[in-house]
């Protein structure tokens, strides 16, 4: 990694969240450690989210956890959609739903990645119940979310509802 002259939590999430997007996540979480531990710069949500965004598999959920409590440890509330979005594509339901009923803030991301995991973990059913309890709440689906329902249709051997 080339030396930034000037670094702060702009510049550090910045590159945390640049091996965040290309699937670098030794490298996001080396430059997560450097800031924390050897500059001694303050986390903020921005950087938490930018971190855990990089850790959303499988393989890395101990690493996405540890994360996580550091982000409610320090009170950041707002990795809600990151956190749910963790655990529902990791497999961890029971943590992404937890996560989703304490969300004040519900959107159709945390909507999506609740309706997507369950689908991709084979429970259509739920996945349908989800999408029905989303629109009672109002919430417009967003495609990510019709995709997950369509999945959880075809999961359910349902095709009639699916074509509508």
Known sequence: MDPMPKR????WATMISGYAMHRFAGYALEVFRMMTWEEKEDVNEF???SVLSAFILPEFIDIGKQIHCLAVKNGFLSVGNVGVTLY??????????????????????TW?????GYAQSGDGEKALKMFSDMHFSRMRPSEFTLVGVLNAFSDVGVTVEGKQ
Request: proline share 0%; hydrophobic share 40%; with cysteine.
């Open 8 to 11: 702060n939590s702009v510049s």
């Open 47 to 49: 950087v938490i989210t």
């Open 88 to 109: 529902a594509k990791c497999g961890s339901l029971d943590n992404a739903l937890q996560m989703f009923e304490l969300s004040s803030e519900k959107n159709s991301i």
């Open 112 to 116: 999506s990645a609740m309706i997507t």
